[in-house]
């Protein structure tokens, strides 16, 4: 079975960091795109970035650019979000999915999500 | 980035019914449109992807229709366990964009 289990969430001060964690099981993480979707409170999704299997290639929404960091560890099933230089509206519900449609991200498999909050 | 328009913004209907939910892009995505289902305490699934293609598991009372700007979820005899938020997803090109979502409630 498929699991994506994100965490490493929680309430953090404007400014501060935070690293987010996607622990995959149930297939094989080497060959699959992976990507961090947030959905702020009441509101929609919005991808954030996603990184190619073997983590040769990143790709991220202008709205983290420079801010975030997506990484993997393959060798133990394993997808990062450094998250730097928080604010408030970065507060949202943060979701690792798995996969990917000619190299644009389609989450076939989502995790439940991890809760993070920004504020002072 | 691609906009993605979609409506109702909230639909209620009953058991049995059939409900369509529409997503409009501002521009042309050819095929590449998916839907996902949204439930409290569930992880979201993916329903359909490349407008019509149902997802495994995805059971055969969705479609999906469409191609170009305007693309249709269709849900017929509808369940109760159908009830939720959808969302459209244009996975055609860089960034990936969601439509503000449909919620669909029980009448």
């Known amino acids: 079975e498929v699991q994506l289990v994100e965490s490493g969430g929680g309430l953090v001060q404007p400014g501060r960091s935070l690293k987010l964690s996607c622990v995959a099981s149930g297939f094989a993480f080497n060959y699959y795109w992976m990507t961090w979707i947030r959905q702020a409170p009441g509101k929609g999704l919005e991808w954030l970035a996603s990184?190619?299997?073997?983590?040769?290639?990143?790709y991220y929404a202008d709205s983290v650019k420079g801010r975030f960091t997506i990484s993997r560890d393959n060798a133990n099933s394993t997808l990062y979000l450094q998250m730097n230089s928080l604010r408030s509206e970065d507060t949202a519900t943060y979701y690792c999915?798995?996969?990917?449609?000619?190299?644009?991200?389609?989450?076939?498999?989502w995790g439940q999500g991890v809760m993070v909050t920004v504020s002072s | 980035d691609v906009q993605m328009t979609q409506s109702p913004s909230n639909l209620a209907a009953s058991p049995g019914e059939s409900v369509s939910i529409n997503c409009k892009a501002s521009?042309?995505?050819?095929?590449?449109l998916a839907w996902y289902q949204q439930k409290p305490g569930k992880a979201n699934k993916l329903l359909i992807y490349s407008g019509s293609t149902l997802q495994s598991g995805t059971p055969s009372r969705f479609s999906g229709s469409g191609s170009g700007t305007d693309f249709t979820l269709t849900i017929r005899n509808l369940e109760p366990e159908d009830f939720g938020l959808y969302y459209c997803?244009?996975?055609?090109?860089?960034?990936?964009?969601f439509g503000a979502g449909t919620k669909l409630e029980l009448k």
């Open positions: 990184i190619t299997n073997n983590g040769g290639s990143t």
């Open positions: 521009k042309s995505i050819s095929k590449y």
């Open positions: 997803q244009q996975h055609n090109e860089y960034p990936p964009t």
């Open positions: 999915t798995r996969g990917a449609i000619l190299r644009i991200p389609l989450g076939d498999y």
